[in-house]
């Protein structure tokens, strides 16, 4: 009898499902297997005050149009004091790891970091500029009411 055969495509979709599912990433850094994980629900509400100015720098570059890496990557380089133990609570490592490793090392762990949630901050991000323009629409809609009603026209 003949098995059927999984086409490499097929395969190839399954494995990218896959990746967008569960994105976590094994990289070798500084000599060590680390596993960059994206952040849960509960990492998001106990690292809320450090992914909370990362999350607003990154709404502020993005607020017109998506930011290109150049923009992100400075805004990740101006918040580094929050970046550092995010990134080392998403490898299950001190801070002090991270913050130790060689320039060509940490770049790369911060870039397989974002690949593996930027998804996370991106979502926070538009969360952010829906409630800014949420704010601002009831803030111009307050501003007319508060004046009062238009007068009635004289007869």
Known sequence: ????????????????????????REVRIAGESVTIREYTLQDALTLHALLA?????????TENAWASYDAVEAVLASQHDAVIPL???????????????????????????WSVNRHFFMNAVIRRLVCRQVTASASAGSSRSSSGPAPLPED
């Not at 100015?53 to 570059?61: D, G, H, K, R, Y």
């Open 1 to 24: 009898m003949t098995q059927p055969q999984t086409s490499s495509r097929s395969q190839a979709d399954a494995g990218e499902d896959l990746s967008v599912l569960l994105p976590d």
């Open 87 to 113: 990134v080392a609570h998403s490898i299950s490592r001190s801070p002090a790891f991270v913050a130790g490793l060689s320039g060509s090392e940490g770049m790369t762990l911060m870039d397989w970091w």
């Open 53 to 61: 100015p990362v999350v607003e720098a990154l709404a502020s570059v």
